[in-house]
Nanobody, 122 residues
Framework: QVQLVESGGGLVQAGGSLTLSCAAS????????MAWYRQAPGKQRELVAS???????NYADSVKGRFTISRDNAKNTVYLQMNSLKPEDTSVYYC????????????????WGQGTQVTVSS
């Protein structure tokens, strides 16, 4: 019914930048919150940043001042601009969307993307 497709991951040197994109498609009526999470090997998945439909944002302390989340509501797409990358930012980054389906407006459903690898070399 709904797909989230991420792109933009890769290998970058410390201090470099990357931009991740996540496009949602399918039977979508509206998207409430879009977010980026990350999970490093052996660690729990953690919230990196989130953005509401009104463009209110929230960031993990570890990325404040370095990462910027934004969204294009017309395209159902969320972006994560990552600057001043550090080796500790190395993770698989996952996109998440809390949304209402066009065929079921009563509930809010949570969908995940497949993940994109970000590797920061020192």
């Amino acid at each position: 019914q709904v797909q989230l497709v991420e792109s933009g991951g890769g290998l970058v040197q410390a201090g470099g930048s990357l931009t991740l994109s996540c496009a949602a498609s399918g039977n979508i009526f509206s998207i409430n919150i879009m977010a980026w999470y990350r999970q490093a090997p052996g660690k729990q998945r953690e919230l990196v940043a989130s953005i509401t439909s009104a463009n209110s944002t929230n960031y993990a302390d570890s990325v404040k001042g370095r990462f910027t989340i934004s969204r294009d509501n017309a395209k159902n797409t969320v972006y994560l601009q990552m600057n001043s990358l550090k080796p500790e930012d190395t993770s698989v980054y996952y996109c998440n969307a809390a949304l209402r389906l066009a065929t079921d407006l009563k509930y809010v459903f949570s969908y995940w993307g497949q993940g994109t690898q970000v590797t920061v070399s020192s």
